[in-house]
């Protein structure tokens, strides 16, 4: 992230990212200070990535806030205008505005708008009082709509009694686009395609054109308590916005119990509006509706064990999946918007901390990233010219640690490098059978390696340096012969401070070494 006070000709990077550990939804905060006088910032976000296509990396959003210190810090007073479009039954809009005399702060109001839906925020205005001519405080229409806050739904959705059920349809479909279900299954399978229209959508299920009326009957098996249904429809073309009102094919359905009465309960709802939409319901970017899975609840469950939906389409119409469900179930949810003077802990927040990279992750997450050793590193029985060890390591669930390991001929001043401890794969330590003298916990990782072509018979210093972003770097000392076995002892220092360890005796069972 780069900023410009000169209109582009310089450029100074605030914050980078280099972390590419998942989680992968980032949210940072940049906070700069500006020297005064500057009335205009640019800010440039630059990325790089290794794979060269959309995914590569990308920014979801980005919100810029300009905390402006006038001359005169004196609070002077303002005028707020917010102006929006209300869209009205017959999908007309009205655009309507409102201006507050904010003459003392902190200043809290409310603003009622009307419509048929959700309103469609145009722009915000805030200028000193007297800016602009003849401002007109309140409503501009001298109405205020009133009425009750509006509250979300959530939805929750029962189960599915169509999966892998069989099912037929009175119209062939068309092979266009990788359309058709020639083994009657697709539309029963339990996947919906996507939100669009075109591309793959119509390979999911079926295709038909206008004037043929088809009907897909699915049968369930027995008779079930049938509560709800859907049926997934979309171009296709022409491609038609439900959110705009603009799907004119029909899905009727009846139900019966031998496969020859059918009752009609009524047609799928597709005249939806954002209003409509589920909070828990995730919309595309766009906020379109190209293809969806069209509903219809019924007042009481009806036993059925036929269920048909007889389609209208009035365009090319892309048909990739049915359900029956026992219930659909709505209930009022309040998103809670609260201002920041009404931010409380404990809201449903969950903390997070800074790594080391300057990266925010929930603190849940970074303490399971946290690398601990689970006790001392081990010596294994050593061999002619090679010396191996072991770590036990706790935590690293991001698989970021790391074991350096350096030796020396007793007394020399040079470190040399050796290859860093590898980490095991979960599990290998076992045998065939599922056994290991090793005791491992199931959240603990193993290291193990060996320092190779050294010098028989000849005293050795190691040393074995844990890293790990989220980790102190721990390092530990100790000496052993490539002939003969020694145990190890952990001393924990930092690097500055670290000091290798001595040999006291060569006697078998006295303690091999004092460090310090």
Request: proline fraction near 9%.
């Amino acid at each position: 992230m780069l900023y410009s006070l000169d209109a582009g000709t310089t450029w100074t990077q605030s914050w980078s990212l280099t972390d590419t550990e998942p989680p992968w939804d980032v949210i940072h905060y940049e906070t700069v200070d500006l020297p005064a006088g500057h009335r205009t910032v640019w800010v440039k976000c630059l990325m790089n990535t290794t794979a060269p296509e959309p995914g590569g990396c990308s920014i979801y959003a980005v919100r810029m806030e300009a905390n402006y210190v006038p001359a005169d810090a004196t609070p002077q007073p303002l005028e707020v205008t917010f102006n929006w479009s209300e869209p009205q039954a017959d999908r007309t809009v009205i655009e309507r505005s409102h201006t507050q005399l904010v003459d003392k702060l902190p200043l809290k109001y409310t603003i009622n708008v009307g419509g048929a839906d959700h309103p469609v925020m145009n722009w915000l205005r805030v200028s000193a009082k007297g800016a602009v001519p003849d401002a007109k405080y309140g409503y501009s229409d001298g109405r205020d709509v009133g009425g009750e806050k509006y509250v979300h739904r959530w939805v929750t959705y029962g189960k599915n009694l169509a999966v892998g059920k069989p099912d037929s349809v009175t119209v062939p479909s068309r092979d266009t686009w990788g359309a058709g279900d020639p083994d009657g299954t697709k539309l029963t399978d339990g996947v919906a395609g996507p939100p669009y229209a075109g591309g793959i959508n119509p390979s999911f299920g079926v295709l038909w054109d206008k004037g043929t009326e088809p009907e897909i009957t699915v049968d369930l098996g027995k008779p079930e308590k049938c509560g709800a249904f859907r049926i997934n429809m979309g171009g296709g073309w022409p491609w038609w916005d439900a959110l705009k009102g603009a799907v004119k094919d029909t899905a009727e359905v009846l139900t019966s119990l031998d496969g020859n009465e059918y009752t009609s309960r009524g047609f799928v709802t597709t005249d939806l509006r954002l209003k409509d939409i589920p909070i828990n319901y995730l919309l595309p970017d766009d906020e379109t509706l190209g293809a969806h899975l069209f509903a219809l609840s019924l007042p009481e469950p009806a036993e059925a064990r036929y269920v048909r939906f007889k389609v209208t389409p009035q365009r090319m119409l892309s048909v990739n999946e049915v359900q029956v469900l026992d219930f659909i179930k709505y209930e009022p949810f309040d998103i809670r918007l609260a201002l920041p003077d009404e931010w409380k802990l404990g809201g449903g927040e969950k903390p997070q901390v800074v790594t080391a990279t300057g990266r925010p992750v929930p603190a849940e997450i970074a303490a399971r990233n946290v690398a601990t050793p689970l006790g001392e590193p081990v010596l294994d029985p050593p061999t002619l010219r090679s010396l191996g060890a072991y770590w036990i390591i706790g935590g690293d669930a991001n698989k970021t640690a790391r074991v350096a390991v350096q030796f020396r001929p007793a007394g020399a001043d040079q470190w040399k490098d050796a290859m860093p401890l590898f980490r095991v794969e979960k599990g290998a330590h076992k045998d065939e059978k599922g056994q290991s003298t090793m005791a491992l916990p199931d959240d603990a990782w193993l290291f193990a390696g060996s320092v190779l072509l050294l010098e028989p018979d000849t005293q050795y210093e190691l040393k074995l340096s844990l890293s790990d972003p989220a980790t102190t770097l721990l390092t530990t000392y100790g000496r052993a012969r490539p002939s003969t076995s020694t145990p190890w002892r952990l001393t924990r220092r930092q690097p500055s401070l670290a000091a290798p360890c001595r040999r006291r005796t060569r006697r078998p069972n006295a303690r091999p070494w004092t460090c310090g």
